[in-house]
């Protein structure tokens, strides 16, 4: 699998390389208007645009065709896009902490609390994001799986919101807002791993030859 990953990364370097300066300036640019730390909610969801170049690339070379004769399962090719999913949206997340830090030590006021509840709340839309743009990679054409993955973060949104309202009902947000926002994010992470066991499900009965 680690072929296939450092694959996939020779493919997406260049969108990689603008997203992170991208995201760098954009911090810097948002520091005038808005808290620095809201970058943070932006970043994991742009970054990880580059798995969905790598499908596309993948389905335009009749990839998935040939890598079924190599000494790679499909499990293990699902993995890795779920894998390369999980590490650019990290490699987002770090990235959207270098103005925040540069900012910090620059006098702006950025508490630790701002950075955990945007980093919470933007790891949570992307996972939930993925979470139904991957497996759909695999049913749909590239055309439509793209439409789902922009519509994918909607859907995102609306289904944090109505996690906030069910938890809500077991204990007051507004008082306890990030211990709220963690329990997104691990409701999201359990997601995330059941659609990928679902992707992987999918791929194995598809007919790809």
């Not at 909610?41 to 190599?70: E, G």
């Not at 994001?129 to 799986?145: H, M, Q, T």
Request: aromatic share 10%.
């Amino acid at each position: 699998m680690k072929g296939v990953l450092v694959k996939d990364l020779y493919i997406a370097r260049s969108n990689i390389l603008v997203t992170v300066v991208s995201l760098v300036v954009l911090g810097f640019g948002l520091s005038f208007l808005l808290e620095t730390c809201a970058l943070l909610v932006l970043a994991p969801v742009a970054s990880t645009t580059a798995v969905f170049i790598s499908i596309t690339s993948d389905a335009a070379s009749k990839w998935n065709k040939n890598v079924i004769i190599m000494p790679v399962s499909r499990g293990q090719i699902i993995g890795e896009k779920f894998l390369f999913y999980i590490l650019l949206a990290v490699l987002g997340m770090l990235t959207a902490l270098i103005p925040c830090a540069v900012l910090a030590c620059l006098g702006m006021d950025i508490t630790l609390h701002a950075l955990c509840l945007y980093g919470s709340l933007g790891l949570s839309a992307t996972l939930l994001a993925g979470g139904i743009s991957l497996p759909c990679a695999y049913l749909f054409d590239p055309e439509k799986s793209q439409i789902v993955f922009m519509m994918s973060f909607m859907a995102s949104t609306g289904m944090i919101t109505g996690l906030v309202l069910l938890i809500n009902l077991v204990f007051p947000v507004k008082e306890n807002i990030l211990p709220a926002f963690n329990l997104v994010l691990l409701i999201s992470v359990v997601w995330f791993f059941i659609s990928y066991r679902i992707a992987v499900k999918v791929y194995r009965e598809r007919d790809i030859t």
